[in-house]
């Protein structure tokens, strides 16, 4: 049998052909900008239907709208992979602000099309959702009409739009730019190269302490040289958004991330209660692992550390070929589709300089496909990284035949899906190993997932809440920001650490994402999330897939807990679904401790 060989990089010109440069992706803009100007004139000449009957011009506005937003998230896509794959292509960052004007001034007309929804009779309303077109976007509109009622004024909001082009969104885009500059000079083998930020990172998880400790003190040195255009961009965004929440009367900064992932401040609450009571296990975890690595103490950068003896390299074609052989296991649906995405070259992975750092898997809807970008360095890591993206892709592809408009859903259920692939690989591979040196290894990794989840997320979102306090009073120094860090991450890792890194705030591009504040508690809610839906998918095997499936298709039409509730029989306000979930994980700690007895 012939095995296909996989590249390592993606395959864009099926889009636009020619990068940056391409003449076609310009002309696509151009037509973005005529269509968004007719769909500007159609509200404006829109009546507020006053019976039911009256739907044609509400109806014409949907369709258009769901035409250009689709059409804006094609170029938006297209324009991050370019950006990702080359920090330095400056026509690339141009068109990123095109398309942030594109974005601006779809938002301005959906604020008029909001206030139409707004006007309607609250008895015509429901009529109308009851009827098609409107009954397969009920939830959509509801919550559309909703929002529009806490928000300002039609003029108020659009002029915040506006303002947001240069302003909120460019100090996001400034972000960018500082860490694209960033290089972090490192010696190796007798030679220093200048490594970028992505690069640096995988140091972390090298097996020599004297490499994670000297990379360590080049990376902390890089940040602080760049902390004080950093903290300006960071505090220019919290002003901004405070500012906007002030004006609308939002005092709960926490508002705006719990409605836009859908869920209560209740589940939300119950969900940290029910970790932080369970820590413990983590803390002993910890210990353990500076025991076998011969410290008191862990510091900072030696969480990522092996602790096996030798580490296991994984091809990018034998990580692919794993994948694929335990998605398999699973359902047929999910291995058809990732075969598909490895031999039409979905997916960037090539180790090399210029790439921005991290990894993400983004969608290109008018085209039903999806793009993945990540450094793949022959990490069991980066093994499990690239199915967690494989996650995202599937769940995109899963809402296919959803209305585009019903395929929007929030950050904290797109992390179900791309942890729920990630484990299935993350167990088998535990379940695989060939020496007890391999399996801890593995089992390691799984485990440091959950304190990802549980440790590090539970930082991030300790330091947002408090920076966002202080930023009330003032402009919060750099200083003051790496106080707050290593405050949090004390907090959240119960002090057992010996050394914290205070520049995270800097170094985490997560704080500096225009589009979702708080982007943190999601990942964690969607880990738990995944773990509830795996262990019934273990349970009830390859017959599975169609219920994850039509779960994954409602992920964007109802709140998180009613999500639960319909597909899971689940109540996420209660601590017994967060209570069983976390001791699943817990389970890998037990055996991580007898194994290293």
């Known amino acids: 049998m012939t095995t296909t060989t996989y590249e390592l990089t993606w395959d864009l010109d099926v889009f636009f052909e020619g990068g940056s440069s391409s003449k076609e992706f310009h002309t696509y803009l151009e037509n973005i900008e005529k269509e968004l100007e007719s769909f500007k004139t159609l509200v404006s000449e829109m009546s507020v239907p006053q019976s039911a009957s009256e739907k044609e011009g509400l109806s014409a506005a949907i369709d258009a709208f769901t035409a250009v937003?689709?059409?804006?998230?094609?170029?938006?896509?297209?324009?991050?992979?370019?950006?990702?794959?080359?920090?330095?292509?400056?026509?690339?960052?141009?068109?990123?602000?095109?398309?942030?004007?594109?974005?601006?001034?779809?938002?301005?007309?959906?604020?008029?099309?909001?206030?139409?929804?707004?006007?309607?009779?609250?008895?015509?309303?429901?009529?109308?959702?009851?009827?098609?077109?409107?009954?397969?976007?009920?939830?959509?509109?509801?919550?559309?009409?909703?929002?529009?009622?806490?928000?300002?004024?039609?003029?108020?909001?659009?002029?915040?739009?506006?303002?947001?082009?240069?302003?909120?969104?460019?100090?996001?885009?400034?972000?960018?730019?500082?860490?694209?500059?960033?290089?972090?000079?490192?010696?190796?083998?007798?030679?220093?190269?200048?490594l970028s930020a992505g690069q640096?990172?995988?140091?972390?998880?090298?097996?020599?302490?004297?490499?994670?400790?000297?990379?360590?003190?080049?990376?902390?040195?890089?940040?602080?040289?760049?902390?004080?255009?950093?903290?300006?961009?960071?505090?220019?965004?919290?002003?901004?958004?405070?500012?906007?929440?002030?004006?609308?009367?939002?005092?709960?900064?926490?508002?705006?991330?719990?409605?836009?992932?859908?869920?209560?401040?209740?589940?939300?609450?119950?969900?940290?209660?029910?970790?932080?009571?369970?820590?413990?296990?983590?803390?002993?975890?910890?210990?353990?692992?500076?025991?076998?690595?011969?410290?008191?103490?862990?510091?900072?950068?030696?969480?990522?550390?092996?602790?096996?003896?030798?580490?296991?390299?994984?091809?990018?074609?034998?990580?692919?070929?794993?994948?694929?052989?335990?998605?398999?296991?699973?359902?047929?649906?999910?291995?058809?589709?990732?075969?598909?995405?490895?031999?039409?070259?979905?997916?960037?992975?090539?180790?090399?300089?210029?790439?921005?750092?991290?990894?993400?898997?983004?969608?290109f809807p008018e085209s039903n496909q999806s793009r993945i970008f990540m450094t793949y360095s022959g990490t069991p890591s980066n093994v499990s990284t690239l199915a967690h993206e494989l996650g995202h892709a599937f769940h995109q592809h899963a809402m296919s035949g959803v209305h585009t408009l019903n395929r929007n859903y929030a950050m904290n259920v797109a992390e179900t899906a791309s942890t729920f692939a990630e484990m299935i690989v993350a167990d088998a591979s535990v379940k695989h190993a060939k020496t007890e040196d391999e399996r801890l290894a593995l089992l390691e990794d799984k485990i440091q997932r959950s304190v990802a989840f549980y440790m590090n997320i539970h930082a991030r979102f300790i330091f947002e809440t408090a920076f966002y306090e202080e930023r009330r009073n003032g402009i919060v120094s750099a200083e003051r920001l790496n106080e707050l860090m290593e405050q949090a991450q004390k907090e959240a890792y119960c002090d057992a650490l010996s050394e914290y890194e205070p520049q995270f705030w800097a170094s985490k591009m997560h704080f500096y994402l225009t589009q979702v504040p708080f982007y943190n508690f999601p990942y964690t809610f969607g880990y738990l999330f995944s773990l509830g839906i795996y262990a019934q998918a273990i349970e009830e095997g390859t017959d599975y897939e169609e219920k994850y499936i039509a779960l994954l298709k409602d992920t964007a039409s109802m709140k998180v807990e009613d999500l639960a509730q319909k597909h899971l029989g689940i109540d996420l306000t209660k601590r017994d679904f967060w209570e069983?979930?976390?001791?699943?994980?817990?389970?890998?700690?037990?055996?991580?401790?007898?194994l290293t007895k």
């Open 69 to 194: 937003s689709k059409k804006i998230r094609q170029s938006g896509a297209f324009v991050s992979c370019l950006q990702a794959q080359d920090m330095y292509d400056k026509k690339a960052t141009a068109l990123y602000g095109k398309i942030m004007q594109l974005s601006a001034g779809l938002q301005t007309v959906l604020t008029g099309l909001d206030q139409k929804l707004v006007s309607v009779e609250e008895t015509v309303w429901k009529q109308l959702l009851s009827e098609a077109p409107f009954d397969e976007l009920a939830y959509i509109l509801e919550e559309r009409r909703t929002r529009a009622n806490e928000k300002l004024s039609p003029e108020q909001e659009t002029l915040i739009n506006s303002l947001g082009i240069d302003g909120y969104h460019a100090w996001g885009q400034l972000y960018n730019t500082v860490v694209g500059n960033i290089k972090i000079p490192f010696e190796e083998n007798g030679e220093v190269k200048e």
């Open 200 to 363: 640096a990172s995988n140091k972390f998880a090298s097996s020599d302490r004297d490499t994670r400790k000297r990379m360590f003190e080049a990376w902390t040195k890089a940040w602080e040289e760049q902390a004080d255009y950093i903290s300006s961009s960071l505090n220019h965004l919290g002003g901004y958004r405070l500012n906007v929440y002030k004006a609308r009367g939002w005092e709960d900064i926490h508002k705006e991330p719990l409605d836009i992932n859908r869920m209560s401040k209740e589940t939300l609450e119950t969900m940290w209660d029910v970790i932080t009571e369970h820590k413990g296990a983590f803390v002993e975890y910890l210990d353990r692992k500076a025991q076998l690595l011969g410290l008191e103490k862990l510091s900072w950068y030696d969480l990522g550390a092996p602790i096996a003896k030798t580490e296991s390299k994984v091809s990018y074609q034998e990580g692919c070929e794993f994948i694929l052989d335990q998605f398999s296991k699973f359902g047929k649906e999910l291995t058809d589709f990732t075969r598909v995405s490895f031999e039409d070259r979905w997916i960037e992975a090539e180790d090399r300089a210029g790439k921005r750092p991290g990894g993400f898997c983004t969608s």
């Open 580 to 594: 069983k979930a976390v001791k699943l994980s817990v389970k890998d700690v037990e055996e991580f401790l007898e």
